[in-house]
């Protein structure tokens, strides 16, 4: 069944125009890792102020000016993502790496609404000058192998 649809998505006229124009498939790629590396980019410095860098740094002043960025590159990573996964569905869906990164993706979204769901929720009390609780500096430790795990993912889905 799933194979059966990723060739019907690897048929759609969007997906042969990515594969056989010779600037979509590499624009697209350039601004998926553009995206990726303004994701993961945010995402370690709210994570190493968490495990103790710039503990004088509010975290949740850090948060506010840093998330919004965040949220904007993966919504960027992910719509470019998914043009990748178009123009190649058909290799895709049985890649392991490919499913790997796509598992690794959801763990980090868990990892992410635990974090602003649980320790995050009483920042206050650890904000500035005061070592992040256990819980928050295990998930920030999580946050940056997870999304490690994401980027080698990527780069090796074509040599799998």
Sequence with gaps: MAIDIAQAIHQLPL?????????????????????IALLFGSIVLVDLRILGLTRNLSLRQLARHVLPWTLLAFLCAAATGSLLFVAHAADLIGNRV???????????????????????VNVASWDVGQRAPPSARVMA???????????????WIAYA
């Design 15 to 35: 997906a042969v125009f990515l594969r056989t124009n010779a600037l979509a498939y590499p624009l697209v790629e350039s601004l998926h890792l553009v995206s």
């Design 98 to 120: 490919f499913i790997a990164k796509i598992g690794l993706l959801s763990l980090a979204g868990t990892n992410a609404v635990m974090f602003h769901t649980g320790p995050y």
């Design 141 to 155: 430790i999580a946050s940056i192998a997870i999304w490690v795990g994401v980027i080698f993912c990527g780069r």
